[in-house]
Each structure stands twice: as C-alpha cells, then as structure tokens.
C-alpha cells in the first residue's frame, strides 16, 4: 500500500510539472494574442528560408532577411524541443532561448531526454536525503536510493499524461487561427528538409558563386539537364519571382506575407490532389486495358 501511495504521489507531482511548465511559459492561454503573431512570423520565416533555397542563384541567402528567418526558425526548433545547433554550444544556446523566450522547458522534450529528466531529478532529491543522513542523521539515504527505480517512472508518466491533457484542453480551447498556423508550419516542416537546412546553416561560412546557366548544365546527367539554359532562367526568374513577393509583402504587412504563404501551400496541395487524380485515371485505364 505504501508503494501505490508513493508512486501516485510522484505520478500526480509529474503531471503538476507539466501544467506548471505549461502555466509559465509563452503557451499559456492568457499570452495567446502575442503568441498567434510570433506563430504568424515563424511561418513567414520558414517559407521565406524553403523560397529561397529553392532559388538557383542563391542571392537570398545573402540577404538580411534571410538571417532574421534563420534566427525565427531555429527559436521555432527549440520551441519544439528539436535543437537545431550541434554540440555543446547548441544546447548551450537552446537552454538561453529557453530561459529568454518563457518556452516550456519539460512539455517539448522528447520521451527518452524526459525520462532521464524525471530519474536525474528523483536522484537528485534522493542524493540530498543521503546528505542529511550523513550530516544531520535526519531521513534514510539508502532507502530513498533504492526508491528511485520506481519513482523515476512515476514522475515520467505523469509527465506524459499530463502533456497528453493539455494537447487535448488545447484541441478544445485554441482558436481556429492558432490551429491553422500550427497546421501550415506542420506542412512546411514535415519532410525534415528544413531543419537539415537550417542546422547547416552558418553565417560565417562563405556562400556558393551563383553558376550561370551553361555552368549548372555542365556536369549533370543527360537524363537530369533542363532543356536549355533559357529553362533554366525561366525557372530561377520564376523561383525568385515568388521569394521577392512573399519578401515583400513581409515588408508590407504580417497577415499580408502570411496569406501569400497560405495561397502557395493551398497551390501546392491542389497541384498533389491533381497529380493524385491523375495517377488513379492512368491506373484505371491500364486496369481497363488488362480486362
């Protein structure tokens, strides 16, 4: 009975954590209209950082804009517990944006860093009971030790379960806005190319000279050359046609530049339904023609 009791009661402390992380940091309910905008400038950021690099000629990525979306993006990293610098400087960094930025520090961790989190914190806790022991003969260090293996799980399960009540209170109580912004950032990070961009991103290290067209058709494969260097013009203009409008309307206004990101995303999901489509009639056809 004294072990139920004692893993509920760290179970209940790991789910108190979590909606203490939650409550002191920028996520909480009372900070949403700063936070819809901060949401409407990371999404602004990462276009702007995928539009660019889309770009043959690579000019953007000498901009100054280009380095503010790098700075927002990597906050929206951290934000979500991904540390996109290497090493220890990296975490260093994540752990100053952390304490800077009111992020949740426990909710966002993966589950194999938070459950190494709860065990350090219960040995912690349990090494200072040992202290007293030896120096003031208060509490028992040898049992509390022995505890740890049990009470580390519990406080990581709490810590689970009460991030898993919040995505559901978060379900029900963020606006439609929100819910958009974290949809559209969702679709322009899911294939991962952008954090690999970004965590190889350095502004110290000397961009690539733009090639002219004759250059960047020499030395590719038959099968991957354009079909002429005028393609290729035609294709940066166009690339670049689109990073200097988003740009621009950046300059002109926040919801401007975000309904410009909104349009190419729903462009760029029309044209996969119509590339769906028109897989599914040429598989009915052969499927017709087999008959």
Do not use: C
């Amino acid at each position: 009975m004294d072990f139920i009791t004692d893993a509920s009661g760290h179970f209940l402390a790991g789910v108190t954590l979590s909606f203490a992380d939650r409550y002191y940091s920028k996520s909480a309910g009372r900070h949403s209209t700063n936070r819809i905008e901060d949401k409407k400038k990371q999404v602004v950021a990462l276009n702007y950082i995928i539009e660019a690099n889309s770009n043959p000629d690579k000019e953007a990525l000498k901009s100054r804009e280009y380095l503010e979306a790098m700075v927002s993006a990597k906050s929206f990293f951290r934000g979500k517990g991904i540390e996109p610098e290497k090493g220890i400087l990296g975490y260093a960094k994540g752990a100053i944006e952390s304490v800077r930025s009111y992020s949740e520090r426990i909710n966002h961790l993966p589950w194999n860093k938070k459950l190494g989190t709860a065990f350090a914190m219960e040995f912690t806790l349990d090494a200072m009971a040992m202290v007293s022991q030896i120096a003031f003969g208060l509490g028992n260090g040898l049992t509390a030790l022995a505890k740890t293996s049990y009470q580390g799980l519990a406080l990581f399960a709490g810590m689970q379960t009460g991030k898993g009540l919040i995505y559901v209170k978060d379900a029900m109580t963020r606006s439609k806005d929100e819910k958009y912004l974290d949809s559209m950032t969702k679709e322009l990070t899911s294939d991962g190319k952008l954090l690999e961009i970004v965590k190889n991103y350095s502004p110290t290290v000397a961009v690539e000279v733009p090639k002219t067209p004759a250059q960047a058709v020499e030395g590719q494969s038959s099968s991957d050359k354009p079909e002429s260097a005028d393609a290729l013009k035609a294709m940066g203009k166009r690339i670049g046609q689109q990073t200097v409008e988003i740009a621009g309307r950046v300059r002109g206004g926040l919801d401007s530049a975000v309904e410009a990101v909104k349009e190419r995303l729903n462009r760029n999901a029309e044209a996969r339904r119509a590339e769906e489509e028109e897989k599914k009639k040429r598989y009915n056809s052969m499927l017709d023609k087999n008959r």
